[in-house]
């Protein structure tokens, strides 16, 4: 496992995927970049987040937010709500994160990761409100070599 993060970090510090688009959440208070070519579909009606499509329609992202409504709503609980129908092939579940790489249903590459924060919603003044940020690639695995950087930039986000 240490070789596993220790080879994570290191693609981390070669990040270089032309992710130079920017995409900030003002209800949800993230920042993400995303890769070069991707074109946004416009927030959504309630301003959780967007998705984002490549020019070939093949590769997705998806960037979102949402509050944490009951107590009993962990990490854990997203990792559950999120995995269904996935085959996991890596997956890093702490307390206040997650990240989870592995194959959907139609066989297409997804790596995913999710923070719990403790934010000011709404400016209301005071840092009192919990939610969950997250962000999520699918693509392709003839892409593979396209945007295995990108995945390593997104185990990096959202801190």
Request: charged content about 25%; overall charge positive.
């Amino acid at each position: 496992m240490k070789k596993l993060l220790i080879a994570v970090a290191a693609i981390c510090l070669s990040f270089t995927t032309g992710a130079d688009n920017e995409y900030c959440n003002a209800r949800f208070q993230y920042c993400v970049k995303y890769p070069a070519g991707f074109t946004g579909q416009g927030e959504s009606a309630n301003g959780d987040g967007q998705t984002f499509l490549s020019a070939d329609k093949e590769a997705r992202m998806a960037a979102w937010g949402r509050l944490v409504v009951e107590e009993k709503e962990t990490i854990q609980s997203q990792y559950n709500l999120y995995t269904t129908g996935l085959q996991i092939t890596y997956k890093v579940i702490k307390p206040t994160w997650l990240i989870i790489s592995g194959k959907d249903r139609e066989g297409n590459i997804v790596y995913m990761k999710i923070v719990k924060k403790t934010i000011d919603y709404l400016d209301s003044g005071k840092k009192d409100t919990e939610v969950f940020q997250g962000l999520t690639i699918h693509y392709p695995p003839s892409q593979q070599a396209k945007y295995k950087d990108y995945c390593a930039y997104i185990a990096k986000s959202l801190q």
